[in-house]
């Protein structure tokens, strides 16, 4: 089976910047590729909102309104790992992120979404 480990949250103060890693672990040598991912962060009591999502073998990118020039998804090939880079934070930025991967496990096309277990960000003075 194959997990997803977040880390880099925590608190920051407002304008700061955070880095969040999402790797996957376990059985990754199952994993032949990687057709989507995302970050979605989610309030207690609101719904949760898409952060950040993309489809590397298509090159796309897409923001939610509220991050755009502020907040940048990449990937690590070789180390199965997903960012979520952000600068500028604002107090309503703070919420649990959680990481998304849509993966191949086999050159068949069976594919495998995962999520993360979520990291806290805060940001406050």
């Known amino acids: 089976q194959v997990q997803l480990v977040e880390s880099g949250g925590g608190l920051v103060q407002p304008g700061g910047s955070l880095r969040l890693s999402c790797a996957a672990s376990?059985?990754?040598?199952?994993?032949?590729?990687?057709?989507?991912m995302g970050w979605y962060r989610q309030v207690q009591g609101k719904e949760r909102e898409e952060v950040a999502f993309?489809?590397?073998?298509?090159?796309?990118?897409r923001y939610a309104d509220s991050v755009k020039d502020r907040f940048t998804i990449s990937r690590d090939i070789a180390k199965n790992t997903v960012y979520l880079q952000m600068h500028g934070l604002k107090p309503e930025d703070s919420a649990v992120y959680s990481c998304?991967?849509?993966?191949?496990?086999?050159?068949?096309?069976?594919?495998?979404?995962?999520w993360g277990q979520g990291t806290l960000v805060t940001v406050s003075s």
């Open positions: 376990g059985a990754v040598g199952r994993i032949t590729g990687m057709y989507a």
């Open positions: 993309g489809r590397p073998a298509a090159g796309t990118t």
């Open positions: 998304f991967m849509g993966v191949y496990i086999d050159y068949q096309g069976t594919s495998r979404q995962l």
